[in-house]
């Protein structure tokens, strides 16, 4: 699972074959790939600061912001401090607002940007929440009805209480509460808005992941629209999506052995577009849950149907002989037009990728690579079907 933050940064990625076309989406007419938003890490070598970059599919930036943009702001010291906490993390950038917001966890905050290119608003921070120290490990973060988001943490591995929602309304004050936790799930890395069905699901675990026996699980949180917050903290449902694996085939032998031992982990969960179907990765594979049936899907069969042209960024086969080619993909994101793009970690590396890989009929494409490391890389634009919170 790996959620422990950065320790190490090295080099080094290969690019492999292409297969047949997508698909998904195969009798309309293909539109043109949307611009993406990428999460840089800080890079120590070169002195490159972590950039929130909006760029077109060959990697050239038309947008990018830093901590100094919110310095230039005036934003309290506190806030300042958060997000030039040096710790190369940079772990959410999300599109929001119709494109006019950029929802982030930038090094040790979670903030809410103005997207406004050309104008004298763009780069605004109009919400900004430190989440040191006590959430310093926090994965991902979601918009929700009611000027609100929900912030995921993954610093307790062994508490439930890894959901905090937050009034956007408080903007830029210090020391902002949660107005509500929810429970029920560990170690949350992703979360998804569900505007059909009022619901947020939560990709994490039902226990500690750095044990062995924790299985990954998909949970959903309702939503009461008279109350602008959930109806019950914990879950309406759960879903195990797998027995939950030990991470043997990867780092049994590796220069970190305890791993070994740790239970199968989520790590990102995004929407099928204009299917009621979410795409879970995990620390082993990929799968997708059908709303509908409630039946999971995994292994080449996901690939094959949802992904094809998917291609491992190197060799993922253990000592036992095991290849699990979908591993450690820490972000992955669909377009309408069935191009998709991903970030996979290296195989026994660090927790981070270093390209994001695009997939555009069928074919892998040149992967765009940055100054620093990434985590998260996604589609410029909304999931068809899959709606992002009005804000």
Known sequence: MRFSLPTCLLGGAAQLMSVQANPVNQLVERAASPDIVTGVMQDSSSGSPAAIVVHDVNGKPSWKWTAANAIAQGVSNQLQKCLTWDAYWMPEVKWAANGRSILAIYHGAVVMINHHPGESS??????????????????????????????????????KDSIRIYDLAAGLKDDIQPVQILTGTVAVHGLIWDRQDITLWAAGNDGNPEHAGSKPQLS??????????????????????????????????????????????????????????????????????????????????????????????????????????????????????????????????????????????????SPMKFSGQMYRSRWFQDIPGWPKAKY
């Open 122 to 159: 763009d780069g605004k921070i109009t919400f900004g929440k430190c989440i040191l120290p006590s959430m310093r490990n926090s994965h991902t973060a979601e918009l929700l009805p009611g000027h609100k988001v929900a912030v995921a943490t993954t610093d307790d591995a062994n508490s």
């Open 220 to 365: 959903a949180y309702k939503w009461d629209d008279k109350k602008g917050l959930f109806g019950q903290t914990s879950p309406t449902i759960s879903y195990h999506l797998s027995p939950g694996y030990q991470l043997t085939t990867e780092w049994d032998g590796s220069s970190h052995q305890d791993w070994a031992e740790w239970s199968e982990g989520s790590h990102d969960v995004t929407g099928i577009p204009n299917q009621r179907k979410l795409l879970v990765a995990t620390d082993l594979d990929l799968y997708v849950f059908d709303l509908a049936t409630r039946k999971i899907e995994h292994g080449q069969d996901v690939v094959n149907k949802y992904v094809p042209g998917f291609a491992p960024i190197d060799n993922r086969v253990g000592k036992n002989g095991h290849r699990i080619s979908q591993s450690d993909i820490k972000s992955v994101s669909l377009a309408s037009n069935g191009d998709f793009i991903y970030v996979q970690a290296p195989w026994q590396g660090p927790a981070q990728g270093y390209q994001v890989n695009r997939v555009s009929g069928g074919k892998l494409q």
